[in-house]
């Protein structure tokens, strides 16, 4: 079992940036897909980006393709999402999630989320 621990959200002014870290810990031989989800109030959860330990695979979803970095840091652990020139539809309780396999990671059926983390962009 890997257990995902997100940090980095807050509050921020628009046109502003954040860095959302989410470190794994575990069972870490199941954990090879990486990815972010949001939920906005009032809404379902979709899709922000993915990637894998190796950065074999990148798709960062094209309504902030050119904001949004996702990244990893392999001795740590640890993914992040890099979030530029924000907005305030971006806010939203921002989770990461973990699979063994992309596939099911990128359409929300991943084996392992995080607690979640709010990200608040005020104008």
């Known amino acids: 079992q890997a257990r995902l621990a997100e940090s980095g959200g807050g509050l921020v002014q628009a046109g502003g940036s954040l860095r959302l870290s989410c470190k794994a810990s575990g069972r870490l031989n199941s954990v090879y897909a990486l990815g972010w989800f949001r939920q906005a109030q009032g809404k379902g959860r979709e899709f922000v980006a993915a990637?894998?330990?190796?950065?074999?695979?990148?798709v960062v979803t094209d309504p902030v393709k050119d904001r949004f970095t996702i990244s990893v840091e392999n001795d740590k652990n640890t993914w992040y999402l890099q979030m530029n020139n924000l907005k305030p539809e971006d806010t939203a309780i921002y989770y990461c999630?973990?699979?063994?396999?992309?596939?099911?990671?990128?359409?929300?059926?991943?084996?392992?989320w995080g607690q979640g983390t709010q990200v608040t962009v005020h104008s």
């Open positions: 999630s973990a699979d063994i396999d992309f596939n099911p990671l990128i359409t929300g059926r991943g084996s392992y």
């Open positions: 990637t894998t330990w190796t950065g074999s695979n990148t």
